[in-house]
């Protein structure tokens, strides 16, 4: 996908579309709709309705927290009428608070679905690692004072790689039924003042990436040594854990999906690195029978199991 192109304003798009969108998460209480709060969910079917011109019900690729951000989340519906592309995406946005955008939208195979036909998700989680507090980046990273050494922190959480029971990482509220989950990688890198965990897994229990977060910062200011991720794994107890992570640092930057869907490939977010070069898409999947099976699976007709 190249960063400039025109919209077609002629066509009208027919069948299931697949969207992605943005978000800063800040005033959001969460992507799924709520009835006492704003959530992302509940901003995007009321804009696309109004497109529309009827009610639309959508599902996503993952649901993120109260103030958790997104550069690619990514949304599939049935559009109850035929809009064009340039319709559906300026209409949207044109309805949609400053804070939320659609970036693409395209047709997708009805056996599509944007949550169960996840291959894999990626998140980057960002320190900003300086004494003075952040102004600019405020909203969207997390300030550490005290120095972070990323070395020691990625030796550390290289423990974290493989099929593993995360019990110590899940929140106690965490409704998944099984506690295993597979992580692809886990890189931590430091770019300037910048502390970047960049991780990628089958799916992730609820505030995992945070609890692991704040994990992989005491080991960074020393407070504990290289094998205390392995430990924490090892006691299967969240409450042998560290503290959670501010929401504010976490970054939903990529989904991907079986090549056959050829979804839209862009810069990985958030925009704040830029810089280090990165495309979506580009690192291979793992080779292995879990992401096998869910290549062959068909979604056609499927609802999202979950309220």
Known sequence: ??????????????????????????????????????????????????????????????????????TRQVIHFDPPTARSEKAWIFGANSNLPRDLAIRWVKPVADDFHSRLGALARRYRYIFLNQLSRPVMERHNVTWCRDPLDAPAMHRAAQALVGEHDFSSFRAAGCQSKSPWRQMHFCEVNRFGPLVVIDIQGNAFLHHMIRNIAGAL???????????????????????????????????????????????????????????????????????????AARRKLSFAGALDPRP
């Open 1 to 70: 996908m190249t960063l400039y192109y025109h919209f077609d304003e002629t066509t009208p798009l027919t069948g299931r579309l697949a969207m992605g969108v943005e978000y800063d998460g800040t005033r959001f209480c969460g992507f799924q709709r709520l009835k006492h709060a704003p959530s992302v969910q509940g901003a995007l079917e009321e804009a696309l309705a109004r497109v529309a011109g009827a009610p639309v019900h959508l599902y996503a690729s993952g649901r993120t927290d109260s103030g958790v951000h997104a």
């Open 217 to 291: 910062a005491s080991v960074g200011r020393g407070a504990r040594g290289e094998s205390y991720i392995k430990e924490l794994l090892d006691k299967r107890s969240r409450r042998e854990g560290d503290v959670t992570a501010p929401a504010c640092g976490l970054h939903f930057v990529d989904s991907i999906y079986d090549e056959r869907f050829e979804l839209p490939r862009e810069p990985l977010g958030p925009n704040l690195l830029a810089f280090t070069g990165e495309w979506s898409g580009e690192r291979a999947l793992p080779d292995n029978a879990r992401i």
